[in-house]
């Protein structure tokens, strides 16, 4: 049984409401048996529960977040004791989107209180899609008719929407869906990019990889839309055709585990299963390393920039150059690197330039 979580988010008017009907309506042919986590914001306040109205905005968003986490809770435990094989959990707004309403103190005292991180609460869920506010790009139909709990004005809207990009950013498959095209295709879009991370019909990775030079640290740690972490990566025994790594991430003393089998296809496409991992079973699984290889130790980047994903890879054996992924949901979808970071050259197709033949000894 295959238990997954995303979130459906973005700034306000961004069609998550005709998402949700969307996915509803198409995800059951897949297989899926689809459940939808309530937006814990719209419940609040539509019940007079306010950030306005309570003592201090740190008061209410402690009470929305502990409301968001017991839902999921619930929601996850119901799943795992449905007769299907699929199951879809889908968060009309996640853990994360607290932050973009609260000042930085705020969210750290909230994280304190209840014993929890940044990187905890982002990578909690599988993947994340946000649906960008009508106020950018779309203002003709931005309208407050079909949320009673929305007032903001279209400038508000497009700077909410901004932050909440930003605290999402540094989640590994977190994707943006703007409003270049028209609205059904906007929905079309978001559909396809939520097929793909699924693997439907096969778990594809397709991804782009460049070599660049090494980039100016301070102006990375400097913006808002871009997120350090610390990855301890150690490949495993496996079968001939196949690469099994296991990953320890996070920052601060707060880490994620995870283990990815990855299977080539061609040169940018690659069959890719990721799954989380407790600390125990990582632990256990690094019983299985590969002693032909090193344990790659990295600190990487995570950068929204044009509405992509990019991850930037710094290694400690190299001070003059840096690797450039970013994942895509098609080969053909254009890449517009940011124009800070200096291309040497594209890689994709150079294996010397893999995670596992850089950890070659």
Known sequence: ??????????????????????????????????LFVPETATELIGGGLTPWGCGTNLDYQRCQMELQLTKERLFERGARTMPADKVLIVCDRGAMDNKAYMTDEEFRRLCE???TSEGELRDRYDAVFHLVT???GA????????????YETVEQAAALDDRIIAAWTGHPHLRIIDNTTAFEEKLERLLHEILSFLGEPTPLEVERAFLIEYPDVKWLESLEDCRRVEITQTYLLSNPGEEVRVRQQGADGNYSYYETVKKPIDGMTRAEVERHLTQKEYLKRLQDADPAKRTIRKTRYRLMYEGQNFEIDLFPFWQDRALCEIELADEHAPVVLP??????????DDPAYSNAALAQI
């Open 134 to 136: 009508a106020a950018k």
């Open 339 to 348: 124009p800070q970071l200096r291309l040497i050259r594209e890689v994709t």
């Open 113 to 115: 209180e209840m014993h």
């Open 1 to 34: 049984m295959i238990v997954q979580k995303i979130v459906i988010t973005g700034g306000p008017c961004a069609g998550k409401t005709t998402a949700m009907s969307w996915i509803a309506n198409n995800l059951p042919q897949k297989g899926y048996r689809v």
């Open 139 to 150: 203002e003709e139909a931005y309208t407050f008719a079909n949320n009673a709990a929305r």
